[in-house]
């Protein structure tokens, strides 16, 4: 058998989530809301059986992951490639800031997967260096006896571009998947060649 299933977690609550702060590449930890969504999801998490953990490894996606690994008695494995994207000069700004600084980027941004903040990333950008990740995990578990379930923990607009990704969905479709809440999840299940979504936005 091979890779039947994906599970995409996104990270719990920082402080600047709740200031709605764009973190990007920064690196603020879990709060208090923050680890407590990583407790109640992990066993949740954990009940669909991953063969693999593998998460960002910023602290964030990290410290989450670390809660869903004590559950599924995993070892996570670290990978730079599921960072979330660079806003570039808009890190650590507020949704207000960046409007005033940039009026209309955010709306651009949004809308368009192929445009980039200044000095940032474009979803399109962040998936071709995070698809990989799965080409790699799938080939890491094309040898198994059973269907097998990876799971990555990461960020909301890596898992977008992810989730698009391998959907085969035209970049145009791309922003019809609104981020994921704090500690939400997507499962993908693989059916004849092709991924398909099961679930987007699943949480404790």
Same mark, same amino acid.
């Given at each position: 058998?091979?890779?039947?299933?994906?599970?995409?977690?996104?990270?719990?609550?920082?402080?600047?989530?709740?200031? +709605?702060?764009?973190?990007?590449?920064?690196? #603020?930890?879990?709060?208090?809301?923050?680890?407590?969504?990583?407790?109640?999801?992990?066993?949740?998490?954990?009940?669909?059986? /991953?063969?693999?953990?593998?998460? +960002?490894?910023?602290?964030?996606?990290?410290?989450?992951?670390?809660?869903?690994?004590?559950?599924?008695?995993?070892?996570?494995? /670290?990978? #730079?490639?599921?960072?979330?994207? +660079?806003?570039?000069?808009?890190?650590?700004? &507020?949704?207000?800031?960046?409007?005033?600084?940039?009026?209309?980027?955010?709306?651009?941004?949004?809308?368009?997967?192929? *445009?980039?903040? #200044?000095?940032?990333?474009?979803?399109?950008?962040?998936?071709?260096?995070?698809? #990989?990740?799965?080409?790699?995990?799938?080939?890491?578990?094309?040898?198994?006896?059973?269907?097998? &379930?990876?799971?990555?923990?990461?960020?909301?607009?890596?898992?977008?571009?992810? &989730?698009? +990704?391998?959907?085969?969905? /035209? &970049?145009?479709?791309?922003?019809?998947?609104?981020?994921?809440?704090?500690?939400?999840?997507?499962?993908?299940?693989?059916?004849?060649?092709? *991924?398909?979504?099961?679930?987007?936005?699943?949480?404790?």
């Amino acid at each position: 058998m091979s890779l039947q299933r994906l599970v995409l977690a996104r990270h719990g609550r920082t402080t600047w989530n709740a200031e +709605s702060r764009m973190q990007g590449r920064l690196d #603020p930890d879990l709060d208090d809301t923050g680890r407590a969504q990583a407790l109640a999801a992990a066993p949740l998490l954990a009940a669909y059986e /991953p063969a693999v953990l593998v998460a +960002s490894d910023q602290v964030r996606a990290w410290r989450t992951a670390e809660a869903v690994a004590k559950e599924a008695a995993l070892v996570p494995r /670290p990978d #730079p490639r599921l960072r979330e994207t +660079s806003v570039g000069e808009w890190e650590g700004l &507020t949704g207000e800031e960046v409007e005033a600084g940039w009026p209309g980027g955010l709306e651009a941004w949004r809308t368009d997967p192929t *445009w980039a903040p #200044p000095d940032g990333e474009s979803r399109v950008d962040v998936a071709r260096r995070a698809v #990989p990740v799965l080409d790699e995990l799938a080939a890491e578990l094309a040898g198994t006896d059973e269907p097998q &379930t990876a799971m990555l923990v990461a960020h909301g607009g890596t898992i977008i571009a992810l &989730t698009a +990704s391998a959907l085969g969905w /035209p &970049t145009a479709a791309w922003p019809s998947l609104q981020p994921l809440a704090n500690c939400g999840w997507a499962v993908l299940d693989h059916r004849v060649d092709r *991924w398909r979504m099961r679930a987007w936005g699943l949480g404790a």
